[in-house]
Nanobody, 123 residues
Framework: QVTLVESGGGLVQAGGSLRLSCAAS????????MGWFRQAPGKEREFVTA????????YYADSVKGRFTISRDNAKNTVYLQMNSLKPEDTAVYYC????????????????WGQGTQVTVSS
């Protein structure tokens, strides 16, 4: 019922900022929690951040706390990831994902994934 499409990735210098968007189609967007994960070559997909259905409860990986901010706009069926103070180690393909579950830090909780968008941070 819901499809996800990420956008906003690209090349940015260390210390710079980037905002990713994830647009969802379907009528049930407000009933699902959303997360962002990332995967670098040769690495496992790791949790970055997630936001509850209400948009009030937020989760962040320790590696991005204070630098990344997740938000959602249910009227636009879109979730955002604002990334500031980017580091080369942030380089990865970033995926948004949707779930009706509650274990939002786990990639196994998510039922639906976007295609991913590449973020590359140069030194």
């Amino acid at each position: 019922q819901v499809t996800l499409v990420e956008s906003g990735g690209g090349l940015v210098q260390a210390g710079g900022s980037l905002r990713l968007s994830c647009a969802a189609s379907g009528r049930t967007f407000s009933s699902i929690a959303m997360g962002w994960f990332r995967q670098a070559p040769g690495k496992e997909r790791e949790f970055v951040t997630a936001i509850s259905r209400s948009g009030i409860i937020l989760y962040y990986a320790d590696s991005v706390k204070g630098r990344f901010t997740i938000s959602r706009d249910n009227a636009k069926n879109t979730v955002y990831l604002q990334m500031n103070s980017l580091k080369p180690e942030d380089t990865a393909v970033y995926y948004c994902a949707a779930t009706r579950g509650d274990s939002l830090r786990s990639r196994y909780e998510y039922d639906l994934w976007g295609q991913g968008t590449q973020v590359t941070v140069s030194s």
